[in-house]
Structure formats: C-alpha cells, structure tokens
C-alpha cells in the first residue's frame, strides 16, 4: 500500500524554507507521514513545527506528487505556508540544518522529487498531478525503509555519499496528469 505524506514550502521574504535530513544529508521540504486522526492540513502544520521549530499557517495547495520507485511509493499533498511565529530549531533523528534559502540559492543535494516540487512553489502553482518516477538499476525491488537504512548503515559510505550512490544511475521521469495553474492565472 503506497504512503501518504505532506510536503510544506514555507516562503519569506523570497525565500524558502529546506531541511537538511539525518538520514542521507539531503535538502528536502519539510515533510513527513500523515498520522491516524489528523487531516492533510494538520499534518503540515504538526511536520513543520516538529521538524523546524516553527508554526506556520497554510496559504495553498500546490498539489499532488507520486513517487513512484523500487522503494514504496509514496503520494505527497504539497502545500505553501507563511511564517507566523515559532524559532528556527533541529529535530533530534530528523534534521540536522533548517535554513532559508534565496530563490536562486537551492542547495544540493536535493532528496529525490524535491527539485520540481520547490520550483513548482515558488513558481506559484496550483492544482498540479504530477507522478515522478524514478528506476534505480542498482536498488532491489520492493525495498523497505528499514532495509534501505541496513544497506546504507553496512555500505562503508557517508550517509550523503550512499544517497548519491543510490541515484547516481536513477531514471528520472516526470509525468504531469493535471497541469493545475500558475498563482497569478485565471
């Protein structure tokens, strides 16, 4: 059965708000899986707060994101979201840097997916379906997390350096089912 999650682009002053994670050193939204009893919205305001200290209030739903992988595939409802309070802090097992960054200042690497759904919340969509697939040659099928963490924690590699590994021959395709709209369009 696929995942549900929520990703949440945070933006201020033209920046975005990105989450370096422990688990490969990569940048990601703040995001994370939708708990029993809890709407999509109450999901990423709670993800936010946990992972980056800070409260923030929903402004719009940038869309759907599938991915879809030898891994279990996940389906991420991405929202935007103002800052109303709250001080930029880590979550002990999760992040290990929360920063703002300028529109044109991305870091890398980005966790797998990220890049198209950051540029799709600061572009101003709305309403978009996107499935993002990715085939990973090296990458047994119908991997779990449990056993992806193994192979990294025995494979003598930093964390970041597995995850680039892991990628390094990945098949990136895109496919958009509903194009939605730009903010600014009618």
């Not at 109303?84 to 992040?95: A, D, L, N, P």
């Not at 047994?140 to 056993?147: D, H, I, N, T, V």
């Amino acid at each position: 059965m696929a995942g549900l999650a929520v990703n949440v682009a945070v933006i201020h002053e033209d920046k975005i708000l990105l989450t370096q994670r422990d688990d490969f050193e990569t940048w990601i939204l703040p995001s994370g899986g939708v708990e029993d009893g809890e709407s999509l919205a109450q999901a990423a305001i709670r993800e936010t707060k946990e992972e980056t200290g800070l409260d923030v209030e929903l402004t719009g739903l940038v869309g759907v994101y599938s991915r879809l992988s030898n891994m279990s595939p996940v389906h991420a409802i991405l929202f935007t979201a103002k800052w109303i309070g709250g001080e930029i802090r880590c979550q002990e097992g999760e992040t290990i840097a929360v920063e703002w960054f300028a529109f044109d200042e991305i870091p890398v690497p980005l966790s797998a997916g990220h890049k198209r759904r950051i540029e799709d919340s600061i572009s101003g969509v709305r309403g978009a379906v996107v499935v993002q697939e990715f085939k990973m040659p090296e990458m047994p099928e119908g991997l779990s997390r449990k056993e992806l963490m193994e192979l990294r924690d025995n494979s003598g590699l930093s964390r970041q350096d597995f995850y680039l590994r892991m990628f390094e021959h990945a098949e990136l395709t895109e496919t958009t089912e509903v194009f939605g709209i730009r903010k600014n369009e009618k």
